[in-house]
């Protein structure tokens, strides 16, 4: 997909973080999948599409207003990456409640702008599966999708959906994370399973999609991410963790 204008034309590939629903952790997953494509040497952009609830700009601790020329939009360079966020098109706080074709539109201005070099760009879509969605995937064609679920059976169901969506849209789904799965107790060290376990590799090997992995539920990666220093960016497992789904990704 070209998008944007350079001087040199750069061929960029477009790959949407999608969910069934909200609060899995798509966006925290977009945000440090994006971080760890950089560190292993891509330049990377993400699109903050979540019209529902743009947190990139917090995420990412880039809470600015972007440049532009003209009506081309310059992105916001965060952590080694390059983005731009819906929630940066209108002021703070404000809900947005658009419709498909003004999401559709605003999302339109992302993809627009001065992407520069980046090649890989990561679309943070609002979560679940309806007519803003399917207008957005239209707008943008990604190449591909990847899906973000917890194991829980009613996200599962709803990843389901997803995969639907992304389907009719003849959108591939190039892979599905687990998220929130398992929880080692800081304290004693015990193991558990608060949201079951195995269900998305279940689901993905029941459908032919590759499996990307899975990430434990953690305090500290919460912490972290609610102060703006996603945990890719940062040594320590949690930074190995997102390198593997990363090059789990590019495979
Ligand atoms: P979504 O984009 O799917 O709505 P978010 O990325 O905003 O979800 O995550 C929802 C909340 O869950 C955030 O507070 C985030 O910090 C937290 N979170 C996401 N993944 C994890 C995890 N693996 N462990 C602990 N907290 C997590």
Request: proline share 7%.
């Amino acid at each position: 997909v070209r998008v944007g204008f350079t001087e040199e034309k750069v061929e960029r590939r477009m790959i949407a973080i999608g969910s069934g629903k909200g609060g899995v952790g798509k966006s925290t997953m977009s945000a440090n999948l994006a971080i760890a494509l950089a560190r292993l040497g891509h330049k990377v952009g993400l699109i903050d599409a979540d019209i529902y609830g743009p947190s990139q700009p917090r995420l990412l601790d880039a809470q600015v207003k972007p440049k532009a020329e003209g009506k081309t939009l310059i992105p916001v360079d965060a952590q080694g990456v390059k983005m731009l966020s819906v929630g940066q098109l209108v002021e703070p706080g404000t809900a947005l409640a658009w419709r498909g074709p003004m999401a559709a539109g605003a999302v339109n201005q992302l993809i627009e702008a001065d992407w520069g070099d980046a090649e890989l760009i990561l679309i943070d879509l609002p979560p679940g599966t309806g007519d803003v969605q399917l207008s957005l995937i239209q707008k943008a064609r990604p190449e591909g999708a990847v899906i973000v679920s917890t194991p829980q059976d009613l996200a599962l169901i709803d990843a389901t959906r997803a995969i639907d969506l992304f389907g009719k849209t003849g959108v591939p789904v190039l892979g599905l994370i687990e998220n929130m799965a398992g929880y080692a107790c800081p304290h004693c060290g015990e193991a558990s399973d608060p949201f079951g376990q195995g269900g998305a590799e279940a689901e993905a090997k029941a459908r032919d999609i590759p499996f990307l992995g899975r990430l434990p539920l953690s305090a500290s990666l919460r912490e972290a991410s609610d102060a703006g220093r996603p945990p890719a960016g940062e040594e320590g497992p949690a930074q190995d963790a997102f390198e593997a789904l990363a090059r789990a990704l590019l495979d």
